[in-house]
């Protein structure tokens, strides 16, 4: 079993940047795969970012050009910076872990982009 914990969400404006956090319970070489969705409100959850253990990055039409997902695995954590963000980008933010088949999930963080 693995718990992924998710920090670093907030309430910014239009253009500001965070920097979301994922920190996994056991060393995240483990897992071939991890990355990020999201869920917007009133909407299905969405893929944003991935990352795989040779350090290949996938990005969401969306997400390319703005947000740059990244991992520690000496800290055993994943990051997505987020910049420029936009209104569109609100949602909850969910890391996730994938091993073969598996997938684990974190309980998500919450990003709110006003205008």
């Known amino acids: 079993q693995v718990q992924l914990v998710e920090s670093g969400g907030g309430s910014v404006q239009a253009g500001d940047s965070l920097k979301l956090s994922c920190a996994v319970s056991?060393?995240?070489?483990?897992?071939?795969?991890m990355g990020w969705s999201r869920q917007p409100p009133g909407k299905e959850r969405e893929w944003v970012a991935r990352?795989?253990?040779?350090?290949?990055?996938y990005y969401s039409d969306f997400a390319k050009g703005r947000f740059t997902i990244t991992r520690d695995n000496a800290k055993n954590t994943v990051n997505l910076h987020l910049d420029g963000l936009k209104p569109e980008d609100t949602g909850r933010y969910f890391c996730?872990?994938?091993?073969?088949?598996?997938?684990?999930w974190g309980q998500g963080t919450q990003v709110t982009v006003s205008s």
């Open positions: 990352i795989s253990s040779g350090e290949s990055r």
């Open positions: 996730f872990g994938l091993e073969g088949t598996t997938y684990y």
């Open positions: 056991r060393p995240i070489i483990s897992l071939p795969m």
